[in-house]
């Protein structure tokens, strides 16, 4: 098993570009979530997906939009990039029976200049 | 809204030490979980406490709750640089996986 997978592991963008992180999880997992980790700020949760099917935000979500495309993925779109944006993103999932117990993605960093 | 503080920030230690790390609730917590980061990579789970009064040990990490459920230790014995990274605590206040995370405690241990 890959567990959870992210792509790209890298980016940069321009300010005002648009772009979308990709997260896939081959666990079986019904929730997942998007995490963004600043300096000083800790891990603060962007959106989360209990379940296939539903969305809701976390504590973080201006400026960004998620889509559960099926059970397997979680993808994480900046529609207008902004330098603010610019941070290590991960996706995590976790299964039903086990709250809390959470599997990470090794991270995407981005660079909005 | 809950928060959880950690502390101390960093540490560093000579290889062989003890060491704590502390993790503390705003609120009461209905479950808080221990992780391990490596330094520019993902969350490792280490650990869930839920009962006040609850210790769990894995390896030479030991984990507690405190009984008014509103604290939590790490206490890593005769540490290795193995255990160096970064350890965060987390919590899902409402049961809504509304997860939140304390800023994380920055470890390094020496050889």
């Known amino acids: 098993n890959a567990g959870v997978t992210q792509t790209p592991k890298f980016q940069v963008l321009k300010t005002g570009q648009s772009m979308t992180l990709q997260c896939a999880q081959d666990m079986n997992h019904n929730s997942m979530y998007w995490y963004r980790q600043d300096p000083g700020m800790g891990l603060r949760l962007i959106y989360y997906s209990a379940s296939e099917g539903t969305t809701d935000k976390g504590e973080v979500p201006n400026g960004y939009n998620v889509s559960r495309l099926n059970k397997r993925e979680f993808s994480l779109r900046l529609e207008s990039a902004a330098p603010s944006q610019t941070s290590v993103y991960f996706c995590?999932?976790?299964?039903?029976?086990?709250?809390?117990?959470?599997?990470f993605g090794p991270g995407t960093r981005l660079l909005v200049l | 809204s809950q928060e959880l503080e950690q502390s101390p920030q960093s540490l560093i230690v000579q290889e062989g030490k003890n060491l704590t790390i502390n993790c503390t609730s705003s609120k009461t917590l209905y479950g808080l979980y221990w992780y391990k980061q490596k330094y520019g990579e993902g969350l490792i789970f280490l650990m869930m406490?839920?009962?006040?009064?609850e210790e769990k040990s894995h390896e030479k990490i030991t984990a507690k709750l405190d009984e008014k459920k509103q604290q939590s230790s790490l206490h890593i014995t005769a540490s290795q640089p193995s255990h160096a990274g970064i350890y965060l605590c987390?919590?899902?206040?409402?049961?809504?996986?509304?997860?939140?995370f304390g800023t994380g405690t920055r470890l390094k241990v020496l050889a």
């Open positions: 406490l839920q009962k006040g009064g």
């Open positions: 987390g919590a899902d206040p409402s049961g809504t996986y509304k997860y939140i």
């Open positions: 995590a999932s976790s299964p039903p029976w086990t709250s809390g117990t959470q599997y």
